[in-house]
């Protein structure tokens, strides 16, 4: 914000004539907060306005709500020598909440807590203070905020300089290149249905299928370990490669290496669980419709080289304690 004003003040046999500027800008903090302070800079003139004023002063800088009566934050710069300025001085207005130039009046805001318009109750209850306002004070948008200004010179009365100044934006602030460094390619926009809540829901562990038009469990494209599925269907209808993904089935392998099909040994004392492989039948009914035919082929070989079906089964043997490994019944 850009504040230039000049007022003119009699109070206490003294002229005060004062040019406000109000920059903000960052200052580093011994904090975690963000750092956010503007620069105020003035002058003094002695009762004629024809001199500086060369005193030692102390000066009060308090924010309160657009009408003046709430009191959001109050700090205290003292002993400003103004002898070796003409009268000039520059200060920076804003600190952090830890800050020990706070007054015991100020309620302990942040800076961007009190410049914040989103409906916040900023409440600054205090029944020891005349300054501060019973119920808070709740924001809502365009809100300015008011500057009080008072000046201690030494050994003499405080003077609270009139009218409060308005804090109000800098046209450039309207439409920020970056937010602590940025830009808008660096955040999500929210548009739609998109929104703090949604997002939420979409990264977190709960259910999120009302956000969207398929199941809410997925596989983890890329990730090598083990996923559950869950026990619901999984269906495709497309075709589904391993190994390969130019599948020209409806269940391809790719070609490089062996691959079986097979059901687990079991791992109980019970015995091994059977495997059948069957062709569609026809509808149930119908008449004269033939069953879906069972074929079970061995891979293309190339020359003078053949390929094979082999059929292997168990034998029986001599105790129970020993595994009889399928051999080669049949070529």
Same mark, same amino acid.
Not at 29 to 34: D, K, L, M, R, Y
């Given at each position: ?43 003094? %003139? ?118 409060? %100044? ?35 829901? %979409? ?129």
């Amino acid at each position: 914000m850009v504040l230039v004003r000049r007022i003119k003040i009699r109070i206490l046999n003294t002229l005060f004539a004062l040019v406000g500027v109000a920059v903000p800008f960052c200052q580093a903090f011994a904090s975690s907060e963000s750092p956010q302070s503007f620069t105020f800079q003035g002058r003094f %003139l002695n009762e004629e306005g024809s001199a500086p004023l060369t005193k030692i002063v102390d000066v009060t800088f308090g924010i309160y709500s657009p009408d003046g009566g709430c009191l959001l934050y109050e700090e205290k710069k003292t002993e400003i020598d103004l002898s070796a300025t003409d009268g000039m001085f520059s200060v920076q207005v804003g600190s952090a909440t830890s800050s020990a130039a706070r007054t015991d009046l100020d309620p302990g805001k942040t800076m961007a807590q009190i410049f914040a318009n989103r409906g916040t109750l900023l409440r600054t209850d205090d029944s020891s203070s005349s300054q501060t306002c019973i119920g808070g004070y709740t924001t809502k948008n365009g809100d300015a905020r008011k500057l009080r200004v008072v000046v201690t010179p030494q050994n003499e009365a405080p003077i609270t300089l009139s009218p409060d %100044l308005t804090l109000a934006s800098v046209p450039s602030a309207f439409s920020a290149e970056t937010l602590q460094g940025m830009g808008p390619s660096q955040f999500v926009q929210v548009s739609g249905n998109v929104s703090q809540t949604t997002m939420a829901a %979409l990264t977190g562990s709960g259910e999120a299928s009302s956000l969207h038009h398929h199941d809410a469990l997925y596989v983890k494209i890329g990730d090598r370990g083990s996923q559950d599925l869950g026990s619901g269907v999984i269906y495709t209808s497309g075709t589904i490669g391993i190994g390969t993904s130019s599948p020209t089935a409806d269940l391809s392998f790719g070609g490089d290496k062996n691959r079986a099909i097979s059901t687990e040994r079991s791992i109980a004392q019970a015995a091994g669980r059977s495997f059948s492989i069957s062709a569609g039948g026809a509808a149930s009914g119908g008449t004269n419709l033939t069953g879906g035919n069972l074929y079970l082929s061995s891979g293309t070989s190339t020359g003078s080289s053949a390929s094979d079906i082999e059929f292997l089964t168990s034998s029986a043997g001599s105790t129970g304690t020993v595994d009889n490994a399928p051999t080669a019944k049949m070529v």
